[in-house]
């Protein structure tokens, strides 16, 4: 805990409310983040009794969201990424990476949440490639129609959809798939849809981890493999596709795969796919 952070608590826009737990700002504490407050840290406690290894938890979902942003830039040749619940800016993020790879690469990130705006300001002042727009994933006109987004992407050239993360925070009723396939809808041919999320398949670490998200968070919740494969909308899943993320490698794994047997409790707990539109 960094006490002298708080001190920035007065620069953070009047709608964040910082006396209960924010999904981005609790994410950020279970990564190891400083942008948090106590209540994140609270239910980060609660996340880290209910699962060992919690960190490496989410840390992998992080490296899963980098192979994937890899995969695209490198092997899809995907120069645009609309990543939504892009939480707030931790160590490496989708920019980075795949302006690694692609300089010209474009990144819109959207948050519901208005503190990844206001961190997100902060780090991208020097990238005119990249913007941050707060929007919610339950509105996909907003999204689609947000002038950063439209200024920022060609919606005419391949559009890398990023739901990494965040589909475990949005109900049934709240129609999933309706809203996804709104947005593949807008996406061009050649584009693609990213998602990670988390899979029920009766495992008690997969328990463990919904039950300590809705005591928390209010949501978050782990569904049948072949709801977390409806998320697809009916698009093609390019190889190995939706893996357990310890298991899922689009590009060569530079660690060997481990089999389900040899997987850790937390490993169970997410799965990634990348799907095609063709
Ligand atoms: N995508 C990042 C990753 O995988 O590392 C961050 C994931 S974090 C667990 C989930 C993010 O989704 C949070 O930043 C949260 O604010 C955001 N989020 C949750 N519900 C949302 C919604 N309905 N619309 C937009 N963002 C949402």
Redesign the pocket.
């Known amino acids: 805990r960094d006490p002298s952070h708080e001190g920035d608590i007065h620069r953070f826009p009047p709608d964040i409310d910082m006396s209960v737990p ?3 700002r609790t ?1 950020d504490a279970i990564l190891g983040g400083k942008d948090n407050f106590e209540p994140d840290r609270a239910a980060a406690r609660v996340f880290a009794d209910s699962i060992p290894k919690v960190r490496e938890c989410a840390w992998e ?2 490296e899963a ?1 980098i192979r994937g942003v890899q995969y695209l830039s490198r092997v899809a040749g995907v120069d645009q990424f609309l990543d ?5 800016p931790t160590e490496r993020n989708t920019h980075e990476a795949a302006q690694e790879i692609n300089p010209e690469a474009r990144v819109v990130y ?4 208005p503190i ?1 705006l206001a961190h997100g300001r902060a780090l991208l002042a020097t990238n005119n490639t990249t913007s941050v727009v707060t929007a ?3 509105d996909p006109h907003a999204i689609l129609t947000a002038p950063e987004a439209k200024r920022m992407l060609d919606f005419d050239r391949p559009i890398a959809l990023m739901i ?3 589909l475990m ?2 109900s049934d009723t709240e129609e999933p798939n309706r809203l996804i396939g709104e947005l593949v809808d807008a996406l061009p041919s050649g584009s693609y849809l990213f998602i ?1 999320s988390w899979p029920d398949t009766g495992d008690p670490a997969q328990k463990s981890l919904e039950r300590a998200a809705v005591q928390t968070l209010g949501n978050g919740w782990a569904r049948p493999v072949d709801d977390l494969l409806a998320h697809f909308v009916g698009l093609d899943l390019v190889p190995p596709g939706l893996q357990y993320i310890a298991q899922w490698f689009p590009e060569t794994p530079e660690v060997p795969v481990p089999d389900f047997e040899d997987m850790e409790p937390f490993q169970r707990t997410q799965m990634a796919g990348i799907a095609y539109k063709p």
Do not use: E, M
Not at 84 to 88: A, E, P, R, T
Not at 110 to 113: L, Y
């Open positions: 924010s999904i981005a994410y979902n992080r969201l939504i619940g892009s939480g707030l959207v948050d519901n949440d990844v919610d994933l339950r990494v993360g965040i925070h949005i990670t």
